[in-house]
Every structure is written in structure tokens, then in C-alpha cells.
């Protein structure tokens, strides 16, 4: 098939396909598909029109919906660390629900939305896979395969919001949609899984070899990355390991660690979103809700804190310890070297992990979707896991001292390792949506009832055990009428 048509096919199968299961709307009604844009891609011809639709997946998943908490990845980064036994807000205001675990409902905007937002994403990589022949041009061929890393992260994340993560392979979980856009009946655990892994595997090989222009694209660091999450996961340490060696290896560590973690330049990112005065969603974003000195929602209207409980964990000489109030703040108090003196008062335990600068209040900070340090901590589990703890000690080792110049190696071994790394994870990667997630395949359930000292918003100081319904999100009731259609 000549590139030009199958470009304008792609375009076509773009516009006419309804964005997710239960919602209908066109393509050509959303923010990164008007008709203009359309027209363009159509026109291009060779791979012009591909870049095009690839950025606009990246862009859907950088802003996401018009909700106030629903610009994309980085708001259900959010979403499932404050439902996490780590990450609390102080009062009842936008992601309330999932803190108090109150919208784990049928027919709940946030259950819809989390639905919508990932099969939206679906819907958009199947359109690119579908169309591209498999014998196209290498510089063709790139376009699918980036496209199958998008369906598989997709797939990733609603396995697991929507079926417990210990779940057999055997149990009904989600539908596969591989483009034909009909009301699919749902897929096992393990069907569902093994089109993750075929995703990124194929990903993953055909990305070897390719060269991003920049951390915005994906590329065969970014797929295993991804690799390294899944196997963790589903507790195939070899692979786990192997991968999360690769994933480490980009860039480099930094000793530095209180500088807001809002630009995809620092030496740890390794995949994020470029913010822009262009592209910036101003309240509606990651720092609106996540800074709690910026003049955005956290820290004018509620404050969003660590467990004290896990703050008290962290070590005096620990840099990381700085990403918290050590004692309540008077209003005017600059609390973070560099930033600005906040205009409310800051209790103790607040979160001062993230913010954007140079300049206050603008919400121009970059989105890091991922860092290498995860993939530290990722790969010492998985060696500890299989009883290789002298390798173990030494990968947390070499992460920790960077953060801490105190720390001495660990001498634990067996299971006092795995929960040493394990208490690490929680702290490092605090706020970055990994706790929940983490929680589901530790078989570690919610409890708010702990002893902590940091404030927790009315009902949300609740216990839920792990496995239990509570723990994953249903299918909305709108998927389910259609499928009966």
C-alpha cells in the first residue's frame, strides 16, 4: 500500500472511530483532533501525518480529559497514591474519593473516566497498528511499534484498577479491543496479560536500534522500563531483574534530590512530557495539585502530606527527608531553598517533593512519567527475591548513598531485605503513582488507623484489607450495557 493512502486511511479510521467504548464522540470532536489537524495529516503523506498522530497520543496522555483531575497519567499518578497507605490530603476536595475510597462505584465519574481515558488510548495505538502493513519502511514500521508500547501501558494499568492483581490467570477480567470498536465481552487475567507482554515485547524489539529526538518519545528504554514493572509484577524476578538492569542504566543518579522534580532534563528522567506557557493546563495539573507551595489546590484549599509514620522511617541525614515539613511553617516562611516564601500556613509532615519553578504559580513544570531510580529499586527486589542479596545490598547501596551520605550498606538478608528495599521504595518513589500499585502485589491492604500523626480528611481514616472489592474499581455500568447490546 503506498504511504499516502495509508496515511489518509489512518486519518480516516481516526475520525469515524468512537474514542472509547462508552463514550461515542468523535475523534474530530477532541482537543487534538479537529478537522484542520485532520486535513493536514491527510495531506502529508510519508511519515508526516504519523508524527502527527503520535504526538497526539503523547499529548492526550500529557492532558487527558477537561476535568480538573483529569490531565492524564500524572493525574492518576494521583489518584492511586492518595489511596495508598503513604499519601494523605487533609480535606475533601478534588481526588477526595479516591482517599476516602468512596468512589469505587459502577457508575462514578472516576470510575468512567479512568475507563475512558485508557481505552481512549487504546482505540487511538490500535488505529496506528492496524494500518501500517507489517512490511513497511523501518522509518514507517517505528510508528507501530511505539503504538503497541502505548497499548500495552494502557493495558497495564486497567488490568490492574480493574481485577485484583493477585488474581488467577483463569478469572474474567477486561475486554481486548484490537480496533474493530464493537462492545467486546471480557478477556481472562491471563489473555489480557499475555497481549501486555506481546505488546512490549514486540516493542521492545522493534524499537532496538532507534533514536528518540527527545525523553517525550518513547524508545526501547522506556518499553523496558515498562517490561521491568510488568515482571515485577507478576513476580518473574529474572525477568525483572534483567530488565530493570537496562532501565537503571540510563543516565545517571543525582545527589541532588529538592530541586521539584519538574524538568525532563534532570540526568534521572527517563520518559515525561515537556510543559510549556503553550501546553501548560494551569489548575488542572500535576503541580496545581501536587505542589503545596505553588498558588494552585494543594496548599490554598487542603494540604497533601506523608504517613508520619513512614516520615519517621527516613533518616535524619537522608536528603529525602527534606521533601517534608519537619515542623509547622508560618505563612511567609521560605521552606525549599530556591522557591518562594508560601502565603498559607504549612503544617508539619506537608509534602514539599514537588514544585515548578522558576517562577511561582505559572504550572509550566515538567511531567516525568519515569525515572531511573525506580528501576534501582525494581532491580535490588528482584535479586533479593531470587537470593542474590550481596548483589542486592550493593544495587540499594548504590542508590542510597547518592540520597544519603551516611547510609551503610545493608547487611540484612531473606525477607529483612526484601522489606528493607521495600520501605525504600515507599520513600523514593513517594507520590510518583507506584504505592498503590505496589500495595496490590505486596498483598498489603489499606489502613488509615494506624497511629499516624499527619491530618487525614474526614472518612478517610478507614482500613480496607487487601483483596478486597474495595481495592479495584468495577466495570462501569455503561461498558456493561453495552456489551449487552
Known amino acids: 500500500m503506498r504511504l499516502d493512502k495509508f496515511i489518509l486511511l489512518l486519518t480516516a479510521i481516526l475520525l469515524i472511530s468512537s474514542c472509547s467504548k462508552i463514550d461515542d464522540r468523535d475523534f474530530a470532536d477532541e482537543r487534538f483532533y479537529t478537522s484542520s489537524h485532520a486535513s493536514a495529516v491527510s ?46 490530603m487533609d480535606g475533601s476536595t478534588w481526588f477526595g474519593g479516591y482517599h476516602r475510597y468512596d468512589n469505587v ?5 472516576d470510575t468512567e473516566h479512568l475507563w475512558e481515558f485508557f481505552y481512549k488510548v487504546i482505540n487511538q495505538a490500535n488505529g496506528i497498528i492496524n494500518t501500517i502493513p507489517d512490511d513497511s519502511p523501518e522509518e514507517i514500521l517505528i510508528y507501530k511499534y511505539k503504538s503497541y508500547t502505548y497499548r500495552a501501558i494502557a493495558y497495564f494499568y486497567l488490568i490492574r484498577i480493574f481485577q485484583q492483581t493477585k488474581a488467577s490467570d483463569a478469572v474474567e477480567a477486561i475486554p481486548i479491543d484490537f480496533g474493530d470498536f464493537v462492545g467486546e465481552q471480557n478477556s481472562t487475567v491471563g489473555e489480557v496479560k499475555k497481549l501486555i507482554l506481546d505488546d512490549l515485547t514486540l516493542a521492545y524489539n522493534g524499537l532496538q536500534g532507534y533514536s528518540r529526538s527527545s525523553k517525550e518519545e518513547v524508545d526501547a528504554t522506556v518499553v523496558a522500563a515498562f517490561l521491568a514493572r510488568y515482571h515485577l509484577t507478576y513476580e518473574n524476578w529474572s525477568e525483572a531483574e534483567s530488565f530493570a538492569s537496562e532501565a537503571m542504566s540510563f543516565g545517571s543518579l543525582s545527589n541532588s534530590v529538592n530541586h521539584g522534580f519538574d524538568e525532563i ?28 507551595i505553588s498558588d494552585g489546590y494543594s496548599g490554598w484549599n487542603h494540604f497533601k502530606s506523608i504517613n508520619s509514620n513512614l516520615y519517621d522511617l527516613i ?7 527534606k521533601w517534608f515539613a519537619d515542623q509547622d511553617y508560618d505563612p511567609g516562611v521560605v521552606i525549599v531553598p530556591g522557591s518562594w516564601g508560601h502565603y498559607n500556613f504549612t503544617p508539619k509532615y506537608t509534602m514539599l517533593k514537588f514544585w515548578d519553578g522558576p517562577t511561582y504559580g505559572n504550572f509550566i513544570g515538567d511531567y516525568i512519567y519515569l525515572r531511573n531510580a525506580e528501576f534501582y529499586l ?12 550481596e548483589e542486592a545490598q550493593q ?60 491530618s487525614v480528611q474526614p472518612g478517610a481514616d478507614i482500613i480496607v484489607p487487601a483483596g478486597s472489592d474495595k481495592m479495584i474499581f468495577p466495570i462501569p455500568t455503561l461498558e456493561l450495557d453495552a456489551q449487552q447490546k
Do not use: C
Open 395 to 454: 544495587v540499594l547501596y548504590d542508590l542510597n548513598i547518592t540520597r544519603d551520605p551516611s547510609y551503610v550498606k545493608s547487611t540484612s538478608s531473606g525477607q529483612a531485605l526484601i522489606d528493607e528495599i521495600i520501605i525504600y521504595r515507599r520513600i523514593e518513589l513517594f507520590g510518583e503513582g507506584v504505592a498503590s500499585f505496589d500495595m496490590a502485589r505486596l498483598d498489603v491492604g489499606l489502613n488509615r488507623q494506624d497511629g499516624r500523626k499527619n
Open 378 to 389: 525494581t532491580r535490588a527486589e528482584a535479586l533479593a527475591r531470587l537470593g542474590r542479596d
Open 105 to 109: 462505584l459502577p457508575n462514578s465519574n
Open 315 to 321: 533518616p535524619s541525614t537522608d536528603e529525602r527527608k
Open 265 to 292: 532534563s534532570l540526568s534521572e528522567a527517563i520518559w515525561g512530557a515537556v510543559i510549556t506557557a503553550q501546553t501548560t493546563t494551569f489548575y488542572r495539573s500535576f503541580f496545581s495539585h501536587m505542589s503545596q
Open 43 to 88: 495531506a502529508a503523506g510519508g511519515s508526516t501525518g504519523l508524527v502527527a498522530l503520535d504526538a497526539s497520543i503523547l499529548s492526550y496522555l500529557m492532558a487527558g480529559e477537561s476535568s480538573t483531575d483529569e490531565f492524564g497519567l500524572k493525574a492518576v499518578d494521583i489518584a492511586f497514591d492518595v489511596r495508598s497507605n503513604d499519601l494523605d
